[in-house]
């Protein structure tokens, strides 16, 4: 009997590739991006299944170019690149890969947060330029971090997580979203709010909802206006999430203070004016990006695939209404 058929879109890390390539033949984009939209649907053609990636838009026209389809597996939590219920309408099974990451984007959160508070890269710059000539009392000094207000938006794993990571430096947390988060009200205290109530409070604010209609542009102009001039965002979720204009124009008239931004809205491209900017830390979109939570999520990814080839539910299904 012939072996299934699996593109994988992009190189990742080697655990899942070896893993589908004990039940599948497994061809793999081996250039250094992403394919383009014609190498996906004409590298997909003949495939039985496909891991793909955040960056592949996963999509009506797709579906039409891959006539044996029987899964997707997304590599990543977020899946704003897949048309779910135009799947689910096809029958199609689509995968994320919840969990193995959580702890390595709340940590990129802290990482870009102490980042903007305490200047790292800007100092690092001045140091490596052999600018520094001796300690100074007004040197970089920057924002503390204990003690203060952080306001995590979206308090699902991630933003649980981010804010259980506070714990060391007992700060008040507030968070807001649709419902009551238990774990967070027993260990931290922390305080479900309105949206402005915590725009308006918090000292560092934190995103973590997932990217869709109702969360576009959550933070544009008049909710920068709202928020302390003192305060940092940091964005690890979606880049759309934030308006980057408006982000721009806020952290130049110094609305706001700092930004820690790990995501963007036109990614790859990233508004030119930031890059200019010392109260702004930019990372390329590696929030999830640990060698255990990116070995993890490859083989999450690629036993979905196994499941789905086998057209069983697979464990981390998003439309589970395929198989109802
Ligand atoms: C995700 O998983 O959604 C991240 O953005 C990439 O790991």
């Known amino acids: 009997m012939s072996r299934p058929k699996v ?3 992009r190189k990742i890390p080697t655990p899942g590739i070896e893993l589908l390539k004990t039940e599948c033949d497994v061809e793999i984009n081996t250039k250094e991006r992403a394919l383009t939209r014609s190498e996906l649907l004409s590298m997909a053609a003949d495939k039985d299944a496909v891991l793909c990636l955040l960056t592949d838009k996963i999509d009506a026209e797709f579906f039409d170019a891959v006539p044996n389809l029987k899964g997707v597996a997304n590599y990543a939590v977020g899946f704003d690149n897949m048309n779910v219920s135009e799947a689910s309408l096809r029958g199609i099974p689509m995968s994320n890969t919840p969990e193995v990451l959580t702890e390595a984007t709340a940590e990129m959160a802290w990482a870009l947060l102490f980042s903007v508070a305490r200047r790292i890269v800007e100092s690092d710059l001045f140091l490596r330029s052999g600018q520094w000539k001796g300690w100074g009392p007004l040197q970089y000094v920057g924002t503390g971090v204990s003690g203060k207000t952080l306001g995590i938006v979206g308090p699902g794993r991630i933003g649980t997580s981010m804010a259980l990571m506070s714990r060391g430096f007992n700060m008040k947390i ?4 649709n ?9 931290l205290g922390a305080e479900l709010v309105s949206f402005s109530k915590l725009v308006k409070e918090s000292d560092f604010i934190s995103l973590h909802v997932p990217f869709w209609a109702e969360t576009k542009h959550m933070f ?4 920068f206006k709202e928020m302390k001039k003192s305060s940092i965002i940091i964005n690890t979720a979606r880049g759309a999430v934030i308006k980057e ?16 931004l790990d995501v963007y809205e036109f990614e790859p491209e990233v ?15 590696t929030g999830s990006g640990t060698i255990k939570s990116r070995d993890d999520m490859s083989v999450m990814a690629a036993v979905n695939i196994l499941a789905m080839l086998k057209n069983e539910k697979p464990p ?3 439309n589970p ?3 109802e």
């Open 271 to 285: 508004t030119e004016n930031l890059k200019i900017l010392n109260n702004v830390v930019l990372t390329p979109h």
């Open 321 to 323: 209404e395929v198989f």
């Open 7 to 9: 593109l994988i879109t």
């Open 179 to 187: 419902r009551k988060n238990n774990l967070l009200e027993k260990e």
């Open 245 to 260: 204009d408006d982000l721009l124009d806020a952290l130049v008239t110094g609305e706001i203070a700092g930004a820690g």
């Open 316 to 318: 981390q299904c998003i």
């Open 174 to 177: 507030l968070y807001s979203g």
């Open 220 to 223: 544009s102009a008049s909710v």
